[in-house]
């Protein structure tokens, strides 16, 4: 059998198996594909959304540093008074704002005067700073803002004098400060000293007598003295936010609320011909009393940046899998089809199960890891974001006190009422900063603002052991500032305190201190910032002494740590992922890979199994099919099966042989197709094969079959039907025997016998009958010895014809060819008249027959002639065996069950015992020796029994040696008449 | 046609059988008989010889016995003369075919030449 790799029927099954398996792992990455994608997108987002924060956070510290660095100089201005040109110029200089403020211009005072005092304002300043100011330019209104001072004086040479009333947006912004009591910035200006005209602003605080009461807008114009502030030019300004800004992020501010050029304070790119970003935030700051409009949009860096691999690679792996699958079934599909499996492998469905558990497990821990490097690198990154705000806003704060000690220094200590009204606006300003204290040298606590809830502490010595006694110590001979570790205050609450030493005259004179509330400091210090996503957890020393997330349980294993710089302190700072973040950012995908994962090796595991279950039931059928199948073909006999509809099912190979259909496939096709003859010639087959559909068996020993080229085929055959299992008809069986070369024998042995037997007969008949005729005619003629010799010439030429057809009937009964023409026969007359007919040969024996009829006349149904023969067989023995003179008795009876009986008995020499079985046997003679006397063929009993049992009769003997002989036939009867008087 | 069978003729191929069968005719049942070897020249002299019984072997080369019947039935003035077939083929259904062609009588080979006469006389007489 050619063994092909894949049948042609199995392939689209095969390919349709496969694509089922396929479909699952396929549909499981292009899920996995689409989530990481997405995954990818809103990571990219998200990320995005942490650098605008950023870079939002940026702009507002640093827009507040610089306001913290105005408030100095106003608490400066206020504490003293009045500030002299110098003094300002110490304190800028102090401030360092090349290093601490870059971007920002300058700082400097702007004072309101009236145009009439002017020339009095101009005297004033030659005295007291000896500066001639350049009042310019002169305005129509009365109201003059002047430029008194700005430091560094260098850069702003031409803003000196400037008076910034003539233009409105320098106006409204100055008066707006001044009528809020907050700091406020100019609409989009440009500024005289900017060489380049690029756009920028101004930053005004305003300050007031602290001796005048604030609370309305008339108190605050009443209570006015002058406006510290700073110019800023925009690109110098919004430069540097972050690390991201143009790399990773653009950036444009626009003054006001919609993003026009001519309202553009700053734009980091120039590169307008860039593609459209993918990701943009506009939103709209609150900026000191001014809204401006930030539109931040990602660079093309940035976007190459987070389009990472993984999507990609969870594709590969994907398409790889699924490819395994659909390999994995080819290959065990193929594997099992090109033999036959009886024996399934045992193992193949473990295999299975374990290989796509594997490649799950293996997917699964990439998905895994690949989730956790994106979770930890969100954690990472706000971590930074974070370590970055807290540092900045407390040291923020810790500026400020230090600013304070520094005015405090500058100004040779301070007024009660000075110090008061500074602390206050420090604590106003600065969210955490709950109470500010003044310490004398002997480290007692001497002011306490507000003195309110705090009245405790007044007095008290604040070198509460060793430890704090050699850092406050230690901080007071370095003149630097000391942070506590946090602490829980007797006030109630969790702060840390910062001591800032002072000088008077050189002296140390205590310490400033700022008792920094950890709760309200960190909950300003994170307004706004991602605490639903991540928490964070601030330690000392080890010991946690702040949670950002106090009930929920956050993953612990995905934490990021970074130490936060505070002066002589470190704080340890730890973010953790919120259970919301995971819940957004850890997706079902893992977990949903390793189920389908599973349920799919479950499912290849049980597809092998049934795969294998049903080849090796076809299998087994098959085999089973191939045996029947090989047994049919190989029968050897014509036989065929055929359907109801007379369409062949099989064959064997001698049908096909003996019909010449050896190269034809007829499996499927009628009969009537295949033999077109048969409904046309032949239809009588129809009504046959009709008839043993229906459940009759047929047999015909010889019938004529014209073949459609004429010729006659002589066959035997039986029809038998077939049944389905539900026992109705399924069609017919049909075997045929070709006998037309048997016919074709028997006819030619049947001429080869009749040819002998008349060229045998021929000469028997010349030579009886000239020894016939001479026997007649020289009667008595002829001397003793030549008339013996004339009579055994006779017998034995008689003998001969006997012979001949005793052989020929033998011949004749071998080939099933003996004849019998079966008549009703009254035997009684024809038992006589063969008596009679054998009497001269009874004579030429010397012996008689003598019979002895009891019976009037039977019936028998026999062939006449042929019982001629028989009984001439028995009497010719008799004749033969019987001793010279002796009579040979014929009885004729009937017996009780209406059997006629004739018998034939001689007193001849009987048969011996050893030869009763060997009697009716062919050639078989008692005397076998060459020598035997009595002649015969031996073939006459034989001869005999076959003709008695062709009338369904028996042939039977009695014998004893030395006593006789009686041969016997009982041959049934149709009537009878019975001779009632014999006796 | 005188009552007793006296003109027979005989028809046989084989010389030595033919000579046997005439001289028991003859000598034994006192026939005039013509014999002739073939059915051929039977044919031609069975109308001139007007015979009352036609003896005839089946077996013959050129025409066989029951053609040669068939013929002489054929011919009118002949066809009522009884035929009877001497034959080696003894079988009953080769016999029972004769006597449906038409013959009287069938004598099987090898026959005995003292009681042929008779037997022939009897056929004769009962059909």
Same mark, same amino acid.
Do not use: C, W
């Given at each position: 059998m050619p063994k092909k790799i894949i049948s042609e029927r199995a392939l689209p099954r095969l390919l349709l198996r496969m694509l089922a398996i396929m479909i699952i792992p396929a549909s499981l990455t292009y899920y996995a594909w689409h989530v990481a994608t997405e995954n990818l997108a809103q990571a990219s987002q998200a990320k995005f959304e942490t650098m605008a924060l950023e870079s939002e956070r940026a702009l507002r510290h640093r827009m507040d540093s610089y306001h913290q660095a105005l408030l100095g100089g106003r608490g400066l201005v206020e504490s003293a008074g009045s500030v002299s040109h110098d003094e300002w110029k110490a304190y800028v200089n102090a401030l360092d704002v090349a290093t601490?403020? +870059?971007?920002?211009n300058g700082i400097g005072i702007i004072e309101d005067v009236q145009k009439d005092s002017i020339k009095e304002y101009i005297q004033k300043e030659l005295l007291n700073n000896n500066r001639r100011l350049n009042i310019? +330019?002169?305005?129509?209104?009365?109201n003059y803002y002047i430029i008194r001072y700005i430091e560094p004086e260098s850069i702003n040479l031409p803003a000196i004098?400037?008076?910034?009333? &003539?233009e409105k947006n320098r106006t409204e912004a100055a008066d707006r400060a001044r009528d809020s009591g907050k700091a406020a910035i100019t609409k989009r200006i440009l500024l005289v000293q900017d060489a380049q005209q690029t756009p920028g602003f101004l930053l005004l605080a305003p300050i007031y007598? +602290?001796?005048?009461?604030?609370?309305?807008a008339e108190q605050r114009q009443k209570a006015f003295l002058s406006w510290v502030y700073a110019p800023f030019i925009g690109k110098n300004f919004m430069n540097?936010?972050?690390?991201?800004?143009g790399t990773t992020l653009n950036l444009e501010v626009h003054d006001g609320a919609d993003d026009s050029e001519d309202s553009?304070?700053?734009?980091?790119? @120039?590169?307008?011909?860039?593609?459209?970003?993918?990701f943009t935030i506009t939103k709209e700051l609150q900026i000191m009393q001014r809204t401006w409009l930030i539109k931040w949009s990602s660079t093309a860096s940035f976007e190459s940046q987070t389009s990472n691999n993984e999507p990609l690679l969870i594709a590969v792996t994907g398409s790889f899998f699924t490819l395994l699958c659909g390999i994995f079934v080819v290959t065990s599909s193929i594997r099992n089809q090109g033999?036959?499996?009886?024996? %399934?492998? %045992? &193992?193949l469905p473990a295999i299975g199960f374990c290989f796509i558990s594997v490649a799950t497990l293996f997917v699964y821990n990439i998905i895994l890891q690949t989730e956790n490097e994106l979770i930890s690198k969100d954690v990472k990154r706000e971590a930074e974001v974070f370590r970055q705000v807290i540092s900045s806003n407390v040291n923020n704060r810790i500026e400020a006190l230090s600013r304070m000690a520094d005015r405090w220094t500058t100004a040779e200590g301070s007024k009660r009422q000075y110090w008061q009204r500074d602390a206050q606006n420090l604590i106003t300003d600065h969210p955490g900063l709950k109470v500010v204290e003044w310490v004398d040298p002997n480290y007692q606590v001497q002011w306490?603002? +507000?003195l309110l809830g705090n009245? %405790?502490?007044?007095?008290?010595?604040?070198?509460?052991?060793e430890e704090r006694q050699k850092a406050l110590e230690g901080a007071a001979a370095h003149d630097k500032v000391t942070l506590t570790p946090p602490l829980d205050l007797v006030q109630g609450y969790k702060a840390f305190i910062s001591y800032f030493p002072v000088r008077k005259n050189g002296e140390f004179d205590g310490f400033i201190a700022g008792i920094l509330s950890i709760e309200e400091l960190m909950r300003d210090v994170l307004q706004g910032s991602n605490t639903s996503q991540f928490a964070i957890t601030l330690s000392y020393d080890g010991a946690?002494?702040?949670?950002?997330?106090?009930t929920g349980s956050t993953e612990t294993k995905l934490f990021f740590s970074e130490i936060i710089e505070l002066h002589d302190k470190q704080w340890s700072l730890s973010v953790t992922p919120s259970a919301s973040y995971l819940s957004q950012t850890q997706f079902i995908l893992p977990e949903t890979t390793l189920i389908i994962g599973f349920v799919l090796s479950l499912l290849i595991a049980q597809l092998i199994f049934t795969t294998q279950t049903a080849q090796q039931k076809t299998a087994l059928v098959q085999e089973k099919e191939n045996l029947l199948a090989t047994f049919v073909r190989h029968t050897p006999a014509a036989v065929a099966m055929f359907d109801t509809d007379v369409r062949y099912l099989a064959m064997s190979s001698r049908w096909q042989k003996d019909y010449g259909?050896?190269?034809?496939?007829?499996? #499927?096709?009628?009969h009537y197709e295949v033999f077109p003859e048969i409904p046309i010639h032949q239809s009588h087959w129809l009504v046959l094969h009709k008839r043993a559909i229906l459940g009759e068996v047929i047999i015909s020993e010889e019938e004529p079959f014209l073949r459609e080229d004429g010729a006659i085929d002589w066959i035997r055959y039986e029809l038998h039907p077939w049944s389905q299992g539900d026992g109705s008809p399924g069609g017919l069986i049909m075997f045929t025997e070709n006998i037309t070369e048997r016919k074709k024998m028997d006819s030619m042995k049947d001429e080869f016998i009749s040819t002998v037997n008349h060229e045998l007969r021929t000469p028997i008949t010349s030579i009886m009958g000239a020894l016939g005729l001479l026997r007649a005619k020289n009667h008595k003629q002829l001397d003793p010895k030549s008339e013996k010799l004339l009579g055994l010439a006779y017998e034995n030429s008689e003998r001969l014809s006997y012979l001949v057809n005793d052989i020929l009937d033998t011949e004749k009964i071998a080939a099933g060819k003996m004849n019998y023409d079966l008549k009703e026969t009254e035997m009684v007359s024809l038992v006589v008249d063969i008596v009679e007919q054998n009497s001269s040969y009874a004579e030429r024996h010397s012996v008689k027959f003598v019979t002895k009829n009891l019976v009037s006349a039977a019936y028998c149904n026999v062939d006449a002639h042929r019982f001629n023969q028989a009984l001439t067989n028995l009497l010719s023995n008799a004749a033969k065996f019987s001793p010279t003179g002796e009579d040979v008795e014929i009885r004729i009876e009937i017996t009780a069950e209406d059997m006629l009986h004739i018998s034939v008995t001689d007193n001849g020499p009987g048969i011996s015992k050893t030869f009763h079985s060997k009697? &009716?046997?062919? &050639?078989?003679?008692?005397?076998?020796?060459?020598? %035997? @006397?009595?002649?015969?063929? #031996?073939?006459g009993l034989n001869i005999t029994k076959t003709i008695i049992e062709a009338f369904a009769g028996e042939v039977s003997f009695v014998s004893t040696v030395g006593k006789g002989s009686t041969f016997s036939f009982h041959i049934p009867t149709i009537r009878v008449d019975r001779i009632k008087d014999i006796a | 046609m005188s009552n007793t069978l006296q003109k027979i003729l005989y028809v046989e191929d084989d010389e030595s059988i033919a000579e046997i069968v005439k001289m028991s005719l003859e000598d034994i049942g006192d026939f005039e008989v013509l014999h002739c070897f073939s059915g051929i020249t039977a044919l031609k002299e069975v109308e001139n010889f007007s015979p009352q019984l036609v003896l005839m072997d089946?077996?013959?080369?050129?025409?066989?016995g029951p053609e040669t019947m068939l013929r002489m039935k054929a011919m009118p003035s002949v066809a009522d003369i009884p035929i009877i077939f001497m034959t080696a083929r003894a079988q009953v259904q080769e016999q029972k075919q004769y006597m449906d062609l038409g013959a009287i009588g069938v004598i099987v080979k090898p026959f005995d030449p003292i009681t042929l006469c008779d037997r022939i006389r009897d056929m004769w007489e009962k059909s």
């Open positions: 601490n403020f +870059p971007g920002i310019h +330019p002169d305005v129509s209104h009365n004098g400037l008076n910034i009333a &003539f007598n +602290p001796s005048m009461p604030i609370n309305t540097d936010l972050t690390e991201s800004q553009l304070i700053y734009k980091n790119s @120039t590169d307008s011909a860039a593609s459209t970003p993918l033999e036959v499996v009886l024996h %399934r492998n %045992r &193992f306490v603002e +507000p009245e %405790r502490v007044v007095g008290l010595n604040i070198l509460f052991n946690p002494f702040y949670h950002s997330n106090k259909l050896q190269d034809k496939n007829v499996i #499927g096709k009628s009697i &009716f046997d062919k &050639f078989s003679q008692e005397d076998g020796s060459s020598t %035997r @006397t009595k002649g015969g063929t #031996g073939l | 089946v077996m013959m080369p050129d025409m066989d």
